[in-house]
T-cell receptor, first 113, second 114 residues
Framework: GENVEQHPSTLSVQEGDSAVIKCTYS??????FPWYKQELGKGPQLIID?????GEKKDQRIAVTLNKTAKHFSLHITETQPEDSAVYFC????????????FGSGTRLQVQP | EPEVTQTPSHQVTQMGQEVILRCVPI?????FYWYRQILGQKVEFLVS????????KSEIFDDQFSVERPDGSNFTLKIRSTKLEDSAMYFC????????????FGPGTRLTVL
């Protein structure tokens, strides 16, 4: 089964700065890597995802990069805003060919105004 | 935009009691999931459901748990005899079909077992 490690566990940045969160995975056959944002008291909301046939994907201020050789993927948030403050989770398929997700341990991002 | 809904938002129960958590997945989705999140911890997979049967389950999903799709819209998680350690947020998620990967999560049900 998949094992997903995420760091840092907490991240504090000044408004306008960039934030980077990193995850590693264990199963080299994994092919789909979503990132979820969870605000207090709410369910995880997908913010961006990437499939293993591309190395980078961008959506406005958010980007995800994937290094298949090293088995790690990262979330990049540029020009951070206070509303970006939340817990961010990376995930990967639990087992090859399955769709159930294994989540990382989460990163609490605090954007200081 | 279609969304996954869950009821109730908060359930308080006594240890040993049965609880049923309800979910309405997005209407044209075919795969359904339950996950749980113990306070301050990561989201953990419990079970997946497709074509009216369980397709995958984790070691957490023991005989005390069951899932059902009683009609064309609801998807339920039953815990037969709750334990203190079942206290957690329970999230339902749905996925459209075999050609997509994106799981959409509901807002969760907070289960408190006293």
């Amino acid at each position: 089964g998949e094992n997903v490690e995420q760091h840092p566990s907490t991240l504090s940045v000044q408004e306008g700065d960039s934030a980077v969160i990193k995850c590693t995975y264990s199963d080299s056959a994994s092919n789909y890597f979503p990132w979820y944002k969870q605000e207090l008291g709410k369910g995880p909301q997908l913010i961006i995802d990437i499939r293993s046939n591309v190395g980078e994907k961008k959506d406005q201020r958010i980007a995800v990069t994937l290094n298949k050789t090293a088995k790690h993927f990262s979330l990049h948030i540029t020009e951070t805003q206070p509303e970006d403050s939340a817990v961010y989770f990376c995930a990967a398929p639990k087992d090859t060919g399955r769709r159930a997700l294994t989540f990382g341990s989460g990163t609490r991002l605090q954007v200081q105004p | 935009e279609p969304e996954v809904t869950q009821t109730p938002s908060h359930q308080v129960t006594q240890m040993g009691q049965e609880v049923i958590l309800r979910c309405v997945p997005i209407s044209n989705h075919l795969y359904f999931y339950w996950y749980r999140q113990i306070l301050g911890q990561k989201v953990e997979f419990l079970v997946s459901f497709y074509n009216n049967e369980i397709s995958e389950k984790s070691e957490i999903f023991d005989d005390q748990f069951s899932v059902e799709r009683p009609d064309g819209s609801n998807f339920t998680l039953k815990i037969r005899s709750t334990k203190l350690e079942d206290s957690a947020m329970y999230f339902c998620a749905s996925l459209q079909d075999t050609h997509t990967d994106t799981q959409y999560f509901g807002p969760g049900t907070r289960l408190t077992v006293l």
